[in-house]
């Protein structure tokens, strides 16, 4: 179904059932022409482990995805892990994949810098046991720690800001444990602030239109080509041109030509420091 909404130019927005459901979300992709990004809000990793007595499940449907053949995911982004939910292992595995992690506490000390991240995805789920049991009661497995509402609401308005993303996902909302509403609510709000979002779109993706941004070239040590970096008129916003992926053999998923950044990566590339995603992507394109 979300395959045929895609097709229509439709966004949808996925409420409730267990978080597993993303990979459903995911293989509305499948038909696409181009490798696509995913990014998951969640508490833990869910890589467990898939085989012929333990089936796809909340805890490891990213397993599936991750090992799935022929795959079309680029990239994988998980934001908002919480420590002691995540063996080692797990985020070992996601970083030899060059794909990315970023903990809670990381997060939250400046949400702004996921910005960048939302706006790459094509799908965003979000597991709303991310959220603190305060604001977020209606789940199976509260917890005390994990993101505030207001915070929650954000990723949603920069996931509806994104004019590339297509999709939105809320998962794990529970009614049995909701008894004053309040979860319910809070998932209200936050597709309030997707679809508030989704009105503002700028609609400024570069190579479109080179008038309407500024273009930037950095000099790197060990790089056989200048870094450029775009930056729209209209909306401020930033973006890295990957190298040239002609010569990629991706079957018929064509891998993307540039990633969204902000300003610290700019200014990382002007003190001769390569910026951690321009590098995670390019790893997947050599």
């Not at 998980?78 to 994949?97: C, H, M, N, R, S």
């Not at 497995?141 to 994990?146: D, E, F, N, R």
């Amino acid at each position: 179904m979300v395959g045929e909404l895609l097709d229509k130019n439709i966004v949808p927005i996925l409420i409730g059932g267990s978080h597993d459901l993303t990979y459903g979300q995911y293989q509305g992709y499948r038909s696409r022409d181009h490798l696509v990004n995913l990014v998951n809000v969640d508490e833990r990793i869910d890589l467990g482990e898939v085989d012929e007595k333990q089936e796809m499940d909340a805890s490891n449907f990213l397993l599936s995805i991750l090992v799935e053949q022929p795959n079309f995911l680029f990239n994988y982004s998980q934001i908002g892990y919480q420590t002691y939910f995540v063996e080692p292992k797990a985020i070992e595995t996601l970083d030899q994949l060059s794909f990315d992690c970023y903990r809670l506490g990381e997060v939250r000390h400046n949400i702004e810098d996921i910005e960048p991240i939302v706006r790459d995805a094509d799908l965003l789920s979000v597991d709303m046991s991310a959220i603190r049991c305060s604001d977020m009661p209606g789940i199976y497995y509260p917890s005390p720690h994990g993101f505030f509402g207001e915070e929650a609401c954000q990723i949603a308005w920069y996931a509806g800001l994104s004019d590339k993303l297509s999709s939105f996902g809320c998962y794990e909302g529970n009614p049995y444990y909701d008894q004053r509403g309040v979860s319910a609510q809070l998932m209200a709000h936050m597709i309030w602030y997707f679809v508030h979002g989704f009105y503002n779109r700028k609609q400024d993706q570069p190579l479109d239109d080179d008038q309407n941004y500024l273009k930037f070239f950095v000099d790197l040590d060990g790089l056989d080509h200048q870094l450029i970096f775009y930056k729209s008129k209209k909306s401020g916003r930033w973006w890295m041109v990957l190298p040239d992926s002609s010569e990629v053999k991706r079957r018929k998923y064509t891998p993307p030509k540039l990633i969204p950044c902000s300003y610290k990566d700019y200014e990382a590339a002007c003190r001769e420091e390569f910026p951690d995603r321009w590098l995670r992507a390019y790893h997947k394109l050599v």
